[in-house]
């Protein structure tokens, strides 16, 4: 099945500990979008890529950036992870004709201790 | 005032029961999703739609563009359904999605 995959499910990194987190996708879809959601909170969209055209949110942190090699996959990382940055990491891709429809990953849910 | 709205933030309901979640926006769309997700768990599309109405299994979802309005319902609610049902919206001047509230569901045997 055609499907988005991110890996790992669950990561600990160490405080300052550089992290990355990966993301695939089989849906050849050109647009690739990572969320940061928190506890009890709406994903907040972090950036996405349109084909290699890497989009940043204006308040995203330069702590965090993002890698896309070719089409299938994607990477989010965290140079020097604070406390604040535990949560749950969303990848979703969508396609630009027709649908928009966003199609989600399961998430990485990142602890750092 | 967010600029997606959903209520109730809370529901409770017996199996079996009929449910209705609903969602505003205030934004001009172009497009809106219904989204589940499971405690501690990702997010699983449900719906994306742009007028009418769209069946899948026991879910029913409708929209009012004219209202700015939308409605999820389930269909003899299950305990499996019990979810955060999220309503998201293509809107606004930037045409990124926009995250409603959610609405917690929780179904008891």
């Known amino acids: 099945d055609a499907m988005v995959i991110q890996n790992p499910r669950y990561q600990v990194t160490q405080f300052g500990k550089p992290v990355t987190l990966s993301c695939s996708q089989t849906?050849?879809?050109?647009?690739m979008y990572w969320y940061q959601q928190k506890s009890s909170q709406a994903p907040k969209l972090l950036f996405h890529y349109y084909d290699k055209d890497f989009n940043n949110e204006a308040d995203t942190p330069d702590n965090f950036q993002s890698r896309r090699p070719n089409t299938s996959f994607c990477f989010l990382d965290i140079r020097s992870p604070g406390l604040g940055d535990a949560a749950m990491y969303l990848c979703?891709?969508?396609?630009?004709?027709?649908?928009?429809?966003?199609?989600f990953g399961p998430g990485t849910r990142l602890t750092v201790t | 005032k967010n600029e997606v709205e959903q209520s109730p933030q809370n529901l409770t309901a017996q199996e079996g029961e009929f449910i209705t979640i609903n969602c505003s926006y205030s934004v001009g769309i172009s497009a809106l999703h219904w989204l589940q997700q499971h405690p501690g768990g990702g997010i699983v599309s449900l719906f994306m739609?742009?007028?009418g109405k769209k069946k899948h299994g026991r879910l029913i979802a409708t929209i009012n563009i004219q209202e700015k309005h939308s409605s999820l319902h389930i269909t003899a609610s299950h305990p499996r359904d019990s979810a955060v049902y999220i309503c998201a919206v293509y809107g606004g001047a930037t045409n990124k999605l926009i995250f409603g509230t959610g609405t917690l569901l929780a179904v008891q045997p």
């Open positions: 739609l742009s007028s």
């Open positions: 849906l050849n879809h050109n647009v």
């Open positions: 979703a891709t969508s396609s630009t004709g027709g649908s928009r429809e966003q199609y």
